[in-house]
């Protein structure tokens, strides 16, 4: 009957039911109390925030990171409060043990798999052989025909060679840098040629005295019958297509021209040979002696002629 009790229990008393272990959370939440300890004491020491010291003391693990941090926390605040972290960890892998039917891949998720002697096993076979096909080809290659490759290779390069020569403009030659003095000229008569003119003209004998340092100069005339070149002298005809300092001097090394002479300029000299010559820019310069042109390239330096007409 619904009304019988058991007869090994007094009558009026009933069985007693064993109370749940507390959660870890309430374990926590109960060491902290102990202690004194505010959630923001806790949270200062453990370098959390409140709200996970929260989350720890009520099991609500999942406002935190993950399972891994999870068990660094309550280890952490186990061993901050004094308590037994061993057991709090035992009791934590059964609350954050997940069920085996969680792993369980969904049937959907399922697939089928490759049958022998299908259409992706021929393709698959098909692209191993045209692979080995490949491979062979190259070896091939690469043993039978090594000189053609090689040949084709310099032709090649032969033909890009070309190719860049005819595209790439040439340069224009630099124009020669004018000397910063003439050619045996002293700073002194660059400073003041008037001066130096006249003491030249004062060592010499009056009558084969220079007009001026500046002026085209030539010998003055024995009479007043004779030829422009006088007996034993030569004429000198310069012609000047890009401006060039010369300089000349005859056999007693007294100085007949020594100036800068303009483009489409042109001088002639007589003096008594052999004549000494320093012309600044020598490719602007043509130089007849004695009606016979003469070649300044044998005696350029740089862009500097230096020469002596006997």
Do not use: C
């Amino acid at each position: 009957m619904s009304d019988q009790v058991d007869a090994g229990l007094p009558v009026g008393e009933e069985a007693a039911v064993p109370l749940p272990p507390p959660s870890v959370g309430e374990q926590l939440a109960a060491g902290r109390l102990a202690q004194g300890l505010t959630v923001a004491d806790v949270a200062q020491t453990l370098k959390l925030g409140a709200r996970q010291v929260e989350a720890l003391e009520s099991g609500n693990w999942r406002a935190l990171p993950g399972n891994t941090f999870i068990r660094g926390f309550v280890r952490n605040y186990a061993r901050l409060l004094g308590l037994d972290a061993a057991s709090l960890m035992a009791a934590l892998d059964t609350v954050l043990e997940k069920p085996a039917s969680v792993l369980t891949p969904p049937p959907s998720h399922r697939g089928a798999m490759p049958r022998m002697g299908g259409k992706e096993s021929r393709r698959d076979r098909l692209v191993v052989m045209a692979g080995g096909a490949l491979v062979a080809l190259a070896a091939l290659l690469y043993f039978l025909a090594p000189s053609d490759l090689s040949g084709l290779r310099d032709s090649a390069q032969r033909l890009l060679n070309s190719l860049a020569r005819h595209e790439t403009p040439a340069a224009p030659p630099a124009e020669p840098a004018e000397p910063a003095f003439p050619p045996g000229a002293t700073p002194q008569q660059i400073i003041n040629p008037q001066a130096t003119a006249t003491e030249e003209a004062a060592a010499e004998p009056p009558a084969t005295a220079m007009a001026t340092a500046n002026a085209p100069i030539t010998a003055a005339p024995a009479s007043p019958k004779a030829s422009p070149a006088a007996a034993g002298e030569g004429q000198l005809r310069l012609v000047v297509d890009k401006e060039s300092w010369i300089e000349v001097r005859d056999r007693d090394n007294r100085l007949l021209l020594s100036q800068r002479l303009p483009a489409g300029g042109e001088q002639t000299l007589a003096g008594a040979p052999p004549l000494s010559l320093a012309v600044g820019y020598a490719p602007g310069v043509r130089l007849t002696w004695k009606g016979k042109a003469v070649d300044l390239t044998p005696y350029t330096k740089g862009d500097v002629a230096r020469l002596v007409l006997e």
